[in-house]
């Protein structure tokens, strides 16, 4: 199909210091973050290629072969900026009080509607002070930590891509904790009433032996569930 060239008129970026639990950048919007659209001048998320050689040696039969290897993207958000260090919580002095920190950003290329991404990042200081009588600008870019969640369309159809793996099931393990599927979820249920709201999978779809469960991310008995034959219940199995 033919492509539409698009320009920000409206964008909007913010910064939250909690985690606002974003799983679906489609439904993140600014209000989840403090806003600091009118100091941004620019603002990407861009990506870097993890790209290594691997070179099999030559032998009677065949010459020497270098194969690509390709590892995991990795991803930074870059912004310029207004300085406004007259303001006593500004962006200036965010990103310089909690500089290295882990914080998590918003930017909307078309205010909270798409396409728009949500990016866990390490913060990074921008420059303080410059030349005279000019309005003072700084760059500021910060790693990503792990891959963004970008909502791609528009306010007609939009789909989130990218983010941590989400846990969809649980894999019983006869007499101590289970296993979350798929392999490597970051994005686990706290409990069994989050493991229902999540509407995680059983396997198997029968009653569980006694001592089995899953350990959600609350430590400890609190964080423990296991499956009944029909619903997610509160500790292990009796």
């Not at 390490?122 to 790693?143: K, Q």
Request: aromatic share 8%; hydrophobic share 40%; proline share 8%.
């Amino acid at each position: 199909m033919p492509s539409t060239p698009f320009k920000i008129e409206q964008g909007k970026f913010g910064i939250s210091l909690t985690d606002p639990l974003v799983t679906d950048a489609c439904a993140a919007t600014i209000a989840d973050f403090t806003d600091f659209t009118c100091n941004i001048t620019s603002g990407a998320l861009t990506a870097s290629a993890n790209v290594s050689d691997e070179t099999t040696p030559a032998t009677w039969c065949d010459p020497e072969q270098t194969t690509p290897m390709v590892g995991a993207t990795s991803y930074e958000a870059g912004i310029s900026f207004l300085q406004d260090p007259q303001i006593m919580a500004g962006l200036s002095r965010t990103l310089f009080e909690y500089d290295t920190q882990i914080a998590w950003i918003f930017m909307g290329l078309d205010g909270d509607n798409p396409p728009k991404a949500v990016a866990k990042v390490r913060l990074t200081a921008g420059a303080f002070g410059g030349e005279a009588r000019v309005s003072l600008t700084a760059e500021a870019t910060m790693p990503c930590d792990g891959r963004p969640i970008i909502c791609f369309g528009n306010t007609t159809d939009s789909e989130s891509v990218g983010g941590p793996i989400i846990a969809t099931g649980a894999t019983e393990v006869p007499g101590g904790p289970g296993t979350w599927t798929p392999a490597g979820a970051a994005v686990l249920p706290a409990d069994a009433a989050d493991m229902t709201a999540m509407a995680i999978v059983a396997t198997p779809a029968t009653a569980w032996t006694t001592g089995s469960y899953m350990q959600g991310t609350t430590a400890g008995v609190a964080g423990r569930g296991h499956w009944d034959g029909t619903a997610w219940v509160a500790g292990a199995a009796p």
